[in-house]
């Protein structure tokens, strides 16, 4: 023992394991001779994630019989879908027969899968058991326990407990298990005839050829002398027998063996899926009467989105995103269904935003039949404040269908079934946003400083811009002013100048009026009878009064101003013509 501790226990107390294939530690003394040797701990079975053993300490014990198996019988808490709480028993086994080869060939031994063996809702202790003419005889206590939540509750040392635990009497129960297995399939997939590879079981075409291919496996305790295999076709709530398979194979605890169905799809095939059925060997012609039963997931008739050449980029109008979509599904694009962009990071930044904020674009796909691709480039608006904290963003991009996807309790848990994968892209800032500049009017001779202005300019070194025109017949930039030449239009630009971000602005050059009595040509317009009363009350208010006689009505440069610019008013101020009109310097952009 003292060598023991010495050599065989860790400064944790912990056993020090050993590599060997046996998983032994063995000590000898001085002269060879083996002192005593221990196996390294196994763990045997872990408590289910919806168990609460973990809280809860265990009853179990163990036999063996008379072929060296190892039987282990343990009770584990089990919560139930309605809530209510047990204490189940559940067993495994060393079984001596159920080998299987590792890595270099030799027949290796292996525990059985846990499995349970009491499903009554009851509360089971004490066990003991042995073995009896290869049959397990467990010996156990059973009782009820709950709670009572009524408001009256119970006085306790002084204080009400509203939460009575209330045990019922206990059961002696004796009970013989028989050595048979739990033959069980764990799997349902489609493989295609045409094409001998794997099918997606929602993306199949009706009329379609295919292998079912079930896997039976032994989830009991001890070996399975056979078994009965039945798969059923169930559509609209009817079932069609497809084929039975009687195998009279042994089947060891853990081992899992493969068995196919040919089957030809319906032409309609949506909802469609596949029921599995399983029985026990017993002896010759005789099955256990417990049946096991496997669905498969449905078929589905619709759309498959394959999301390729997924890129983005920014334009002065914005941030831009192309790519690719290729229906790989047995259905064409609905009518409803979306492409979708919704905020995902950095670094939870969408946990900054409510679920509609976060959403950034959201179109319908439009028309796209099966095996039909289609390149897309669309406009993503985001807002600035997203991109202030980190001058990029990530987005989650994928096709999807509206529908409602509801809880056992009714409760929404989703409003999209997803037709694509989700693919993730970044949004970078390489120019500063929202670049607007504002329209610029002055009279010939006059000048005016143009006004733009832009968002997050700070991630690149400030807001500096310069400007050009590009009619310098009209206008021309001085000083960073635009600078009345002759009358007309000119278009005016506004240049980012660390980015080369440019913003386009109307440019408006108008004549230069003399603002004293009498008359002024100009341009071709009739502009007589001014008055300098009213000239002066028109120069503040920014209007002026014009006869509307000779060619104003047909001037190119007034009409062509946002609809015209100006309105006809009768009761000319300045002479008794009729032909008179107003226009608004100010309504010109």
Request: net charge negative; with cysteine; glycine share 8%.
């Amino acid at each position: 023992m003292t060598k023991l501790i010495q050599e065989g226990i860790d400064d944790e107390g912990v056993l020090i394991t050993s590599d060997d294939t046996d998983r032994e530690y063995v000590y000898t003394d001085e002269n060879g001779k083996t002192v005593y040797k221990y196996t390294e701990p196994i763990i045997v079975s872990t408590p289910a994630t919806d168990s609460h053993a973990a809280k809860q300490s265990a009853d179990f014990c163990v036999a063996e019989d008379a072929n060296g198996s190892l039987f282990v019988l343990w009770t584990e808490g089990v919560t139930e879908k309605d809530g209510n709480v047990s204490s189940e028993i559940f067993a495994t086994s060393l079984y001596s027969s159920a080998l299987s080869d590792d890595a270099d060939g030799e027949g290796i031994s292996a525990w059985a899968k846990p499995y349970q063996i009491t499903k009554d809702g009851y509360f089971h202790d004490e066990m003991a058991f042995t073995m009896m003419d290869d049959k397990l005889l467990t010996v156990y206590n059973r009782f009820a326990q709950t709670y009572d939540d009524s408001d009256d509750g119970t006085e306790y040392n002084g204080e009400v407990d509203h939460s009575v635990l209330t045990v019922s009497d206990m059961s002696l129960v004796a009970t013989t298990l028989e050595p048979c297995g739990a033959v069980t399939v764990d799997d349902i997939s489609v493989i295609s005839d045409s094409e001998k590879n794997g099918v997606d079981l929602l993306y199949s075409e009706a009329g379609q050829k295919i292998t079912v291919a079930v896997d039976v496996t032994n989830n009991g305790l001890t070996t399975a002398k056979g078994y009965k295999l039945t798969l059923y076709a169930v559509s609209g709530g009817s079932e069609t027998k497809i084929g039975q398979i009687e195998s009279t194979d042994e089947l060891t605890p853990n081992a899992t063996m493969l068995q196919t169905f040919a089957y030809t799809l319906p032409a309609k095939i949506d909802g469609l899926y596949f029921r599995a059925e399983t029985q026990e060997l017993k002896q010759d012609g005789i099955y256990y009467s417990e049946k096991s039963s496997f669905d498969s997931d449905p078929f589905v008739q619709r759309a498959e989105i394959i999301i390729s050449n997924l890129k983005t980029y920014q334009l002065s109008d914005g941030f831009h995103m192309s790519y690719t979509l290729t229906n790989k599904g047995n259905a064409d694009v609905s009518a409803d269904d979306l492409l979708l962009v919704d905020l995902t990071g950095p670094l939870g930044l969408d946990r900054k935003y409510k679920a509609d904020e976060c959403r950034l674009y959201s179109e319908k796909i439009g028309e796209l039949a099966i095996g039909e691709s289609k390149e897309y480039d669309v406009i993503i608006e985001i807002p600035s404040e997203m991109l202030a904290s980190y001058g990029f963003i990530t987005a989650a991009v994928r096709a999807a269908m509206p529908a409602e996807i509801r809880d056992a309790s009714g409760d929404v848990l989703a409003q999209y079934v997803d037709l694509s994968e989700w693919e993730t892209v970044n949004f970078d800032l390489d120019m500063p946003v929202n670049m607007k500049a504002s329209a610029v009017t002055v009279e010939v001779g006059d000048s005016a400083a143009p006004a733009v202005t832009m968002d997050l300019a700070d991630y690149f070194g400030g807001n500096d811009v310069n400007y050009s025109v590009n009619n310098p017949e009209i206008a021309r930039i001085e000083n960073g002013k635009v600078v009345g030449i002759s009358s007309g239009y000119a278009t005016l630009f506004a240049t980012h100048a660390l980015t080369g971000e440019k913003s386009r602005m109307a440019g408006a050059v108008y004549p230069a009026y003399d603002r004293s009595c009498g008359t002024a040509a100009d341009n071709g317009m009739d502009t007589s009878h001014i008055q300098s009363e009213n000239t002066r009350k028109a120069v503040r208010n920014r209007k002026y009064n014009v006869c509307m006689e000779g060619s104003f009505a047909a001037d190119p440069f007034f009409l062509a101003a946002n609809g015209g610019g100006y309105s006809v008013q009768t009761g000319c101020e300045c002479c008794d013509c009729g032909n008179n009109g107003v226009y608004d310097r100010a309504a010109f952009t």
